[in-house]
């Protein structure tokens, strides 16, 4: 939003004959940067300046914390040092935040810059400096141990504000994640190595007010990193301060701390900041999960204040105190008052009215009811989404009436091949098994795939394999079999063609979760096609086609013909319609399912939008299918004429 906000200013300001900000450096290849500035460089500074640090969580910026901080500054000039990106920064804070003398932007390329006396000059006169995101990598490369880094600690010093955001929030701890090793660690990742080469933990750098104990962490609910603070705070306290805590801040977000060490909370959307204290000093090992078994989570929102010198939050939004058991981040704290959703489809078909005797419909209703149950007991006790959808999905591997785990079809050899797939949307990761014979639940074998295996997609006697080492139920494979399904297996060798039962043609099953904490996630599950040959693999084990997830934007599963869901990219383009096109949710599944049909397929999806808003879509006569939410009661429904079940 801000790159689009910079190039109409610009083109704005050029029309007025008024002059953008400008680059006045050499090219960054002689000089290590590139420098633009806007405003008066001469005007003085019109009020005293007054310690403070402005904690940012990345994402768009909350005017009334930047307001803060610039009065803090003496509404005087603003230096901005980044890595990467342009001017856009400075353009907004002093033609649409207002309240700065000038702004000056610095974008670093090369360590020499940070000896640069015009650079130090101008860190010299800053009334403010801000630090911007990017890589936090690319700031300890070119700073730590030079005169930039010297400059910035003076400025503090000296009693004046500094802020930043993202990468550049993640180096005012006492002891920041230097992401140094050219990735950005996740929390399963860390929580299973604390003290692994991923974990990079740069100390001896800035030196801000009351941040002596202190490990900082942003985009924090969005991206899912209480349990990567908690392997920071971990490492940190084993390995040089046992006395360390950490803050996270959540995206679109903003911590504003006073000279007093006391902070406000600011936001542009909703969230939190967040106090994370865990109890003791942990005993690590290398290559070995993390066990804590006592951390204090507590929340801050608008209407509190945190102290930083006594480490409490008044009037917090929620508390609690999680848990972490062989690297397993577990009994996270939530609001209480969150919202939260979910829907389920048991596949979709030709389920005309009449077709489905009494008890047949009856059945099938209540094993959705069942399955709504077991994830909307997780939700409503603030579990995780991804956790929802795994138990949700178990459910309907579970009923032999749906085509996947037990009832699941027989291919081509008379042999139940199982597909799943998961994804969570916080951190985009996803796990998935094709052609598996002996997993009870194959969702669960996706989801160590996804965690343990270090893999996304596992297929075959290796995926099996795989299964058995990590302790998952194993069953013989007659454990699938069901006389319905057999009977079809035997059709199909009679005909040579697929006679599935036209009520349950597409049998994949599948869920969309929204937890408290605002996190999506997917997963399907499908035994596949009567009669499939020669390892055919349809879309249900393929992120992207038949399960997607990304929060904030939506999760899919996809009931079908496995090929045209795979041609399309449904999933993903349900996501992307929402995401690019800012389609309502409803308006993505149609439009996806329509260009499926376009082609030639058939079957259906479900979606979520970030907001927990469901949509269903087919282009079949029916679908099973339900949702439930925290704010309505659990509906089910099978056939085409029905009412939606509105979460």
């Known amino acids: 939003m801000r790159s689009a906000l910079f190039v109409i200013l610009s083109v704005f300001t050029l029309v007025l004959g008024l002059s953008p900000a400008q680059s006045a450096s050499a090219q960054p290849s002689e000089t290590g940067y590139t420098y633009f500035e806007i405003g008066d460089l001469s005007a003085p500074t019109p009020q005293a300046t007054e310690p403070g640090l402005m904690l940012m969580g990345g994402g768009d910026w909350s005017y009334d914390a930047w307001r803060w901080f610039l009065a803090q500054a003496g509404n005087g000039h603003i230096v901005i040092l980044r890595a990467s990106g342009d001017a856009e920064a400075g353009e907004e ?18 360590r ?41 600690n003076d400025h503090v010093a000296r009693g004046r504000p500094v802020g930043g955001t993202s990468a550049g929030l993640a180096i005012m701890g006492a002891v920041g994640y230097g992401a140094m090793d050219g990735g950005s660690v996740d929390a399963i990742r860390a929580l299973r190595d604390p003290t692994g080469p991923a974990v990079t933990m740069v100390g001896d750098f800035l030196h801000m007010p009351h941040m002596d104990h202190v490990v ?65 000093v942990p005993t690590l090992s290398a290559g070995k999960p ?21 480490m409490t939050i008044t009037d917090p939004v929620f508390e609690g105190t999680a848990s972490v058991v062989a690297g397993r981040l577990l009994n996270v704290p939530v609001d209480p008052h969150a919202p939260w959703s979910l829907a389920i489809h048991g596949g979709a078909g030709v389920i005309e009215r009449g077709s489905l005797t009494p008890q047949a419909e009856a059945a099938y209703r209540q094993g959705l009811q069942a399955a709504l149950a077991a994830g909307s007991a997780v939700l409503s006790n603030g579990g995780t989404s991804l956790d929802a959808v795994e138990a949700t999905v178990r459910v309907l591997e579970d009923n032999p009436l749906f085509n996947a785990g037990k009832g699941a079809v027989f291919n081509a050899e008379g042999v139940n091949n199982l597909d799943a797939s998961i994804m969570d949307g916080a951190s985009r990761n996803a796990g998935a098994v094709a052609g598996v014979t002996r997993t009870r639940n194959p969702v669960s074998l996706a ?44 059709e199909w060798r009679r005909t040579q063609n697929v006679s599935i039962d036209p009520t349950h043609r597409y049998g994949t099953v599948g869920a969309v979760a929204l937890d408290k904490l605002g996190h999506l996630a997917a997963a399907t599950s499908t035994g596949g096609l009567t009669g499939k040959q020669w390892g055919r693999i349809g879309d249900s084990p393929i992120i992207g086609a038949g399960t997607y997830a990304a929060d904030g934007v939506c999760a899919v599963s996809a009931t079908g013909t496995g090929e045209y869901f ?17 389609q309502s949710i409803q308006e993505a599944a149609d439009d996806t399912i329509y260009d499926i049909g376009e082609i030639g397929g058939d079957g259906g999806l479900i979606a979520m939008d970030g907001d927990g808003k469901v949509a269903f879509s087919m282009n079949t006569e029916g679908m099973y299918r339900g949702a439930v939410s925290s704010a309505a009661p659990a509906q089910v429904a099978i056939y085409a004429d029905e009412g939606q079940p509105v979460p």
């Not at 804070?93 to 090369?110: E, K, L, M, N, W």
């Not at 301060?241 to 542009?268: H, M, N, Q, S």
Request: net charge neutral; aromatic share 10%.
């Open 93 to 110: 804070i002093y033609r649409q935040i207002g309240g700065a003398a000038s702004v000056q932007t610095v974008i670093f390329s090369d």
């Open 112 to 152: 020499k810059a940070s000896e640069d006396p015009r650079i130090l000059a101008m860190l010299d006169r800053a009334d403010g400096i801000f630090l911007a995101g990017g890589d936090q990598s690319n700031y300890v490369n070119f700073w730590k141990g030079t005169s930039v880094q010297k400059a910035i």
């Open 216 to 280: 900082t962490d942003t985009h924090f609910t969005a991206r899912d990193r209480l349990g990567r603070l908690i392997a920071f705070v971990a490492q940190v306290r084993a390995a040089t301060d046992p006395r360390a805590i950490g803050i996270g801040v959540d995206e679109d977000g903003a911590l504003c701390v006073d000279k007093d060490g006391v902070g406000r909370f600011y936001t542009a959307s909703r969230g939190y900041a967040w106090l994370v204290q865990p109890e003791g």
């Open 290 to 310: 993390l066990d804590y078994p006592v951390v204090r989570v507590t929340t801050l929102g608008t209407g509190g204040r945190i102290d930083l010198k006594t």
């Open 447 to 490: 989801r160590a795939a996804m965690e343990r295996s270090g893999r996304l997609l596992l297929s075959g006697p290796g995926a099996d394999e795989f299964s058995r080492l990590q302790g998952l139920e194993q069953v013989d494979p007659s454990y699938f079999r069901t006389e319905q399904r057999w009977r079809e297996y035997q």
């Open 566 to 582: 795979i041609r399309t990219s449904a999933a993903r383009q349900v996501c992307d319609r929402v995401d690019w096109n800012d």
